[in-house]
């Protein structure tokens, strides 16, 4: 397949994913597709690796956040449960007014919901499934989904929208137990093309040992990288930064549309 559209990118907290995501929806702008980068993580911070300005990323309001709008939509206030609520709530506008843009990439976020673990049934939890499904399946955009390592926000309807599904796993046994987890996560909803894409990889050994053992076919990896570490530190972008993992993000995502 060589035309993606949809490209959801999951792992454990610090294995890299963010790096990815901003670097290909980087390489995606630059050949002119019209982004848009989702950032799902509860401990996000895409918008810093896209490089975003720090006055930009000020304005963007989680999805989750938006109590009022959340309300008007649902008809049920945040954080309160049973009772009755839409669970197909008005979302079609959101992407528009509540992402911001910067050299042709859009970002929203879609923030956390606090309360009741993953399998909450709330207001806030109906309007970001709601809003991830609308995204998947009725958007034109490019669309970079940076995940945790569960699949909480996609659902058997949306998962077939999903071109791709990226886990990134470091040199190790316990990333690449996350990575099993995640593909059978995967797997339960229907989504049949899991990949993975190594991080932190110091060599050769390294890649051998994670190629050999992945559960999932491999795309190819972000060496460990110096570049990295201080672009995090200075907040600073990685595409700009970062020349040798763009090198590598591109040669990843070559392999994916060739896979």
Not at 55 to 70: F, G, K, R, T, Y
Not at 136 to 163: C, F, P, Q, S, W
Request: net charge negative; hydrophobic share 45%; proline share 5%.
């Amino acid at each position: 397949m060589n035309h993606l559209n949809k490209i959801a990118i999951s792992g454990k907290g610090g294995v890299g994913k963010t790096t990815l995501s901003a670097l290909l929806a980087h390489i995606y702008a630059e050949q002119g597709r019209r982004v848009i980068a989702i950032d799902a993580d509860p401990a996000g911070g895409l918008a810093q690796a896209l490089g975003f300005p720090p006055d930009l990323i000020a304005q963007v309001e989680p999805v989750a956040e938006l109590e009022e709008l959340i309300y008007e939509r649902t008809g049920a206030k945040p954080g309160s449960f049973g009772g009755f609520f839409s669970l197909n709530p008005r979302v079609d506008d959101i992407p528009d007014r509540f992402s911001v843009s910067h050299r042709g990439i859009r970002f929203l976020r879609l923030g956390t919901i606090e309360a009741g673990g993953s399998g909450c049934i709330c207001p806030e939890s109906a309007m970001l499934k709601a809003l991830v499904t609308h995204l998947l399946l009725y958007n034109e955009e490019m669309l970079i989904l940076d995940m945790e390592a569960g699949v909480e926000h996609l659902g058997r309807a949306t998962a077939k929208a999903v071109d791709a599904f990226l886990v990134v796993i470091e040199p190790g046994r316990r990333s690449l137990a996350t990575a099993e987890q995640v593909q059978q996560l995967a797997a339960d909803i229907g989504i049949k093309r899991v990949y993975a894409v190594g991080n932190k990889v110091r060599g050769e050994r390294d890649w051998e040992f994670m190629a050999a053992q992945s559960p999932v076919p491999t795309l190819g990896y972000l060496s460990a990288n110096p570049e990295l570490t201080e672009a995090d530190i200075r907040g600073a972008g990685v595409f700009d930064t970062a020349p040798q993992a763009v090198q590598e993000a591109r040669r990843i995502l070559a392999n994916l549309e060739a896979a």
